[in-house]
């Protein structure tokens, strides 16, 4: 079935696909220019997510702009349903000013992420609230299977009274690299139908709107950049941990890809432990220890199945044994290379998601920062290395963020910093 927005002219646009490393954009501090409106409706929008309410007075001095240059531009964005007004201030002196926050109904984008064991998206509002959500565990679902899993998404979410779908503005996809291409245990051979199939021609036979595709790791970050704590922290590395291990850079607020598109990729380092012999294994990746079909298998060698992330939830006694050691197990590869980061790069923070349930991510970034205290004497505050805001389903609200990112995001995302 195909599914077409209602004609609408602020929310209007031709359907395209964009990758998300060509549309990157240089960096500006607010401009009162005109030609700069866009930016300025860009950074006015983030310092109102990341302070609001926040009154227009404030506003002039988060952003730079002259206060007749932010009075216009609120003054559009309200009209344009992209604001609303929280209350009145009474200041002692002067005229009452009125409070401004996002409209969570302003906006509205799709994220979609395929995994290896999984296939989720969501619905995501312009305040970064999810509406709706449809999620199937399933073990490498080919094309086909994943074609009918979007066009069953996509009629659910888009009935009526779940989300204004006139002012739906795109749709994110977030999936590992080279899907087809890593040959895994357990992998039917019509997986690699991957390698000839362009995802966003399968979208767009169930959606009319602008597809924008992304690494599954990368999205999360960019995601936890815009939504989550980047919101107040200017570097950080996101590790990812889901069917595979990824991570992702943001440096001085924005995702930092490396000369050939590939920062991050910590699961691809060898399992060499500089402190402990017995974790080093030659030939051996930490994406083949750190991915939880590792932590499925323990369980199971234990006599225990489970095969869901919903699973780890409700353990006994003998579960949690099996689920400590592999957090221990864990820690132990992951704060190596974390501690070179740290080293390397200077973070603010180091945020770990995926789809871990939330008590459990706790629980090893308590060990990795444990390890890290342990094991190194910093001369300065180290980064602590904490649970990202946007956890369980991170790469797919990391995916429902690129639309947003697209068309009112800013590249830059530090003029949301300046307040506390």
């Known amino acids: ?5 209602k004609d609408s002219a602020q929310f209007r646009r031709s359907k395209s696909v964009v990758h998300a490393e060509e549309r990157e954009a240089p960096s500006f501090s607010g401009t009162n220019i005109v030609v700069a409106g866009d930016h300025n409706r860009r950074i006015t929008l983030q310092a109102i997510r990341a302070n609001g309410p926040v009154r227009r007075s404030e506003l002039a001095r988060l ?3 002259t206060p007749p240059a932010v009075f216009r531009i609120t003054n559009t964005m309200l009209d344009e349903g992209l604001l609303q007004v929280a209350g009145r201030v009474v200041p002692p002196r002067g005229k009452p000013a009125n409070n401004l ?8 984008a799709l994220g979609l992420n395929i995994d290896r064991d999984h296939l989720t998206m969501v619905a995501l509002d312009f305040a970064g609230r999810t509406r709706a959500r449809v999620s199937r565990e399933i073990s490498f679902a080919d094309p086909f299977q994943t074609e009918q899993f979007i066009e069953g998404a996509v009629a659910e979410i888009l009935k009526p009274g ?9 749709v994110g996809i977030a999936m590992p690299d080279e899907l087809g291409n890593i040959s895994l245990e357990g992998q039917p051979p019509l997986y690699h139908e991957w390698n000839h199939t362009r995802i966003e021609e399968v979208v767009a036979r169930h959606l009319d709107a602008p597809v924008f595709v992304e690494n599954d790791a990368a999205a999360a970050a960019i995601g936890e950049l815009h939504f989550g704590h980047g919101l107040k922290a200017n570097s950080f590395f996101y590790v990812l941990i889901s069917a595979g291990l990824g991570g992702g850079l943001v440096i001085n607020g924005q995702y930092f890809r490396g000369a050939h598109g590939r920062s991050g990729e910590i699961g691809f380092l060898p399992r060499f432990h500089p402190f402990r012999s ?10 083949s220890a750190i991915l939880l079909n590792s932590l499925y298998q323990q369980l199971g060698d234990a006599g225990i199945h489970v ?12 579960g949690q044994a099996c689920v400590d050691a592999w957090l221990d197990q864990t820690a132990e590869y992951l704060y190596p290379p974390l501690l070179t980061l740290m080293c390397g790069i200077d973070p603010d923070a180091v945020f770990i998601g995926g789809r871990l349930p939330e008590r459990l991510v706790d629980r090893l970034c308590d060990r990795v920062n444990m390890k890290l205290s342990m094991n190194m004497d910093f001369t300065w505050e180290r980064p602590p290395v904490v649970r990202a805001a946007m956890a369980g389903d ?6 429902a963020i690129l639309p947003f990112k697209d068309r009112f995001l800013p590249a830059d995302t530090r003029v949301s910093l300046v307040a506390g």
């Open 63 to 65: 952003t730079g702009l």
């Open 162 to 170: 779940v989300i204004d779908s006139t002012r739906l503005i795109g």
């Open 101 to 108: 926050v996002i409209n969570p109904d302003g906006a509205f």
């Open 307 to 318: 095969d869901a992330p919903a699973g780890l939830e409700d353990l006994g006694e003998a």
């Open 278 to 287: 017995r974790y080093n294994e030659p030939g051996k990746t930490l994406g």
């Open 1 to 5: 079935m195909t599914i077409r927005h």
């Open 394 to 399: 991170a790469a797919a609200i990391g995916a």
